[in-house]
């Protein structure tokens, strides 16, 4: 079973679901911004937290960011296999002792990351960076990104992908956390949803169309390597 916590209701998982479902396999979605969390953990496998425009250092104005943090912490010492992303990613960094703070600009777009060389040995980066179609493995290949905040990375956590801009986009902590500072959730009705008053909402999606197919499939690799094989 999977427990997937939205921190705000226009984040849904996305592309996450879609293969949950695809491949039957169990989950339940909670609202955070409506004081909805999992009662107890023991029937849950893995974790999955999105994100939110919200700041960790923002948690006296959104308590229910504490109430989410304590959950992770709890999976992790658990030793449940957890995902974060954008905002979870910042909370996993907060949670393992790193500092969250706002970056020098904001990345949003569809921009670059590259891998890291220990990015390039793990087993479920490696899947996101194997091209769908050639199967060639890229050190650089192209994420959809939505973020102004940052993280120190935690001690004792693998740094995995960087960008031009942002150090720090993904690591892993003793094997079965992960944390992704991009969004490898996306899909065409998440971007309208994020871009309906936005003047950037028509080359958003015209750019989805290009990058959609491989973007997918990109993604789903990684799943796949997250949820079923590691």
Same mark, same amino acid.
Do not use: C, F, S
């Given at each position: 079973m999977v427990a997937i916590i939205k921190n705000v209701k226009e984040e849904g998982p996305g592309s996450i679901e879609d293969f949950l479902k695809e491949n039957s396999i169990p989950f339940k979605i909670f609202e955070a911004e409506f004081g909805e969390f999992p %009662?107890?953990?023991? *029937?849950?496998?893995?974790?999955?937290?999105l994100g939110g425009p919200m700041g960790v250092y923002e948690m006296d104005r959104y308590p229910n960011l504490k109430r989410v943090a304590k959950i992770i912490e709890e999976t992790i010492e658990r030793g449940l296999k957890v995902l974060g992303v954008c905002l979870g990613a910042q909370l996993l960094a907060h949670v393992l002792g790193g500092r969250v703070y706002k970056g020098p600009r904001p990345e949003i777009g569809w921009l670059d990351i590259e891998l890291t060389d220990a990015?390039?040995?793990?087993?479920?980066?490696?899947?996101? %960076?194997?091209?769908? *179609?050639?199967?060639?493995?890229s050190t650089r290949f192209k994420v959809f990104q939505w973020h102004g905040n940052t993280f120190d990375l935690p001690s004792g956590a693998i740094h995995l992908a960087r960008s031009d801009l942002y150090q720090n986009q993904a690591f892993k902590y003793e094997d079965q956390v992960y944390s992704l500072q991009f969004h490898v959730k996306v899909t065409e009705d998440l971007l309208s949803t994020w871009f309906e008053n936005s003047s950037l909402k028509e080359r958003v999606l015209s750019e989805f169309q290009t990058f959609k197919s491989e973007y997918l499939k990109r993604a789903k690799n990684f799943y796949q390597a997250f949820l079923l094989e590691s």
């Open positions: %009662a107890n953990l023991e *029937e849950y496998k893995y974790l999955i937290v990015g390039m040995v793990d087993q479920a980066m490696r899947a996101l %960076a194997k091209h769908p *179609e050639t199967e060639d493995i």
